[in-house]
């Protein structure tokens, strides 16, 4: 058994992305393969499944995709995968006064 957040009609998709591919550089550079690199693309599949395993949809069962706090947009949390992590973040975020 496992989390996902993706469908299983996403599984079968096997066209090689080259958009995805430079999100997942973007975001961390050691993160793809010698095959991906000389490709420069991934499969959707292997994008959704390198997200999943980067937060903490795989080991909460969900992730922080973004807050407003202090009328501020903040969408910076794609990489947070612990308890610790996600719980600071939440604490911080409930206990703000200025959120009405």
Do not use: A, C, H
Request: overall charge negative; charged content about 40%.
């Amino acid at each position: 058994m496992g989390v996902r957040t993706f469908v299983e009609e996403e599984v079968s998709l096997t066209k090689q992305r080259s958009d995805l591919y430079e999100r997942m550089i973007q975001e961390d550079p050691n993160s793809t393969t010698e095959e991906e690199n000389m490709r420069k693309s991934v499969t959707k599949l292997r994008y959704l499944d390198w997200r999943d395993e980067r937060s903490s949809s795989r080991s909460l069962g969900f992730r922080v995709d973004g807050l407003i706090e202090n009328g501020e947009t903040n969408k910076d949390f794609k990489s947070l995968k612990t308890r610790e992590e996600i719980s600071k973040l939440l604490e911080s975020f409930i206990m703000n006064t200025k959120i009405k």
